[in-house]
């Protein structure tokens, strides 16, 4: 696992860059609210105004559309399928990879692709090489399935490639990682249910959510999801969901609180979204969530 060359910081430009828009926008009278305040929009915002219902809903605000990759047409990784918006009036989107488990296909969690592209964001499910990869390979495939769908796959040309997010299931997970700490480039990762070895992770950058089960008995939480959750610096944006009585398979079903707080994610550091900061501060709650941790983003 190499370790960080440089490191993009994305909060304090972010807010410097909406502060300016912002204030460009009121001097010349374009977008003033109804309290008079400026309310400039992000210039990665993609989709209406986020509600608890349209995180939750089984589909999100844009159609979508997929394909298939076959491995004989991609090196590095072992081919996979392609979601994607429909729609092009809104600009590029933000691109996701995401890894299957330990001797797991794609379609062991398949229902995140369209679940994640339907709110705007182009999203790559791999195929691994052999099922039984390891986490620093599934790393680098992950990040090689990335670099094919910005630079030669049929829909590079809806994908701002400077915003690109990773993630995984179990070895997956630990691969996202892996991929987060070889790549700081990346915008976000999501490791859900995430095994590995590799117990620290203080090198990382990239804003990181992860998702554990309470009740994992294969990469139990207390050795994985919260050391690698405390080893991730506090200077860095990080959250902890772990969801009550959950198994080390809950991404293979469709889960609606691990959709929600993804979303919220990839939309809140990928597209640089703060609408989406009402989900992740103070955080989910409720009889599904065994408990939250976050550095709380500032918008």
Excluded at 71 to 82: A, D, R, Y
Excluded at 110 to 134: C, K, M, Y
Excluded at 263 to 286: H, I, M, N
């Amino acid at each position: 696992m190499s370790s960080p060359t440089t490191t993009r910081p994305r909060s304090l430009p972010a807010r410097v860059a909406r502060l300016a828009l912002a204030t460009t926008l009121l001097v010349a009278g374009v977008l003033v609210g109804p309290t008079g305040a400026a309310q400039a929009a992000g210039p990665y915002e993609r989709g209406p105004a986020p509600t608890t219902a349209i995180l939750e809903a089984s589909r999100g605000p844009f159609a979508t559309a997929s394909q298939s990759v076959s491995s004989l047409s991609v090196t590095g990784f072992g081919g996979g399928v392609i979601y994607y918006p429909t729609s092009t009036s809104e600009g590029t989107f933000g691109a996701v990879a995401i890894s299957p488990g330990y001797t797991a296909a794609w379609s062991s969690i398949s229902w995140l692709g369209p679940r994640i592209a339907s709110h705007g964001f182009v999203v790559i499910g791999i195929e691994t090489n052999t099922r039984l990869d390891q986490p620093d390979s599934r790393g680098r495939q992950l990040l090689a399935a990335l670099d094919y769908l910005t630079q030669r796959s049929s829909v590079r040309s809806r994908i701002d490639s400077s915003r690109l997010a990773v993630a995984g299931h179990s070895m997956g997970g630990g691969g996202s990682l892996e991929a987060a700490s070889s790549r700081p480039s990346l915008q976000a990762a999501v490791p859900l249910a995430p095994w590995n070895l590799d117990k620290s992770w203080s090198e990382l950058r990239v804003p990181t959510l992860i998702i554990g089960g309470e009740s994992d008995s294969v990469a139990p939480v207390a050795t994985h999801s919260i050391p690698f959750y405390n080893s991730i610096p506090s200077s860095a944006e990080k959250a902890y969901l772990e969801l009550n009585g959950a198994s080390h398979f809950f991404p293979q079903t469709v889960n609606t609180p691990t959709a929600r707080q993804m979303v919220a994610w990839l939309k809140r550091f990928v597209d640089d979204d703060t609408r989406y900061e009402q989900f992740l501060c103070p955080g989910p709650s409720g009889s599904q969530i065994q408990e939250y941790r976050n550095t709380c983003p500032s918008a």
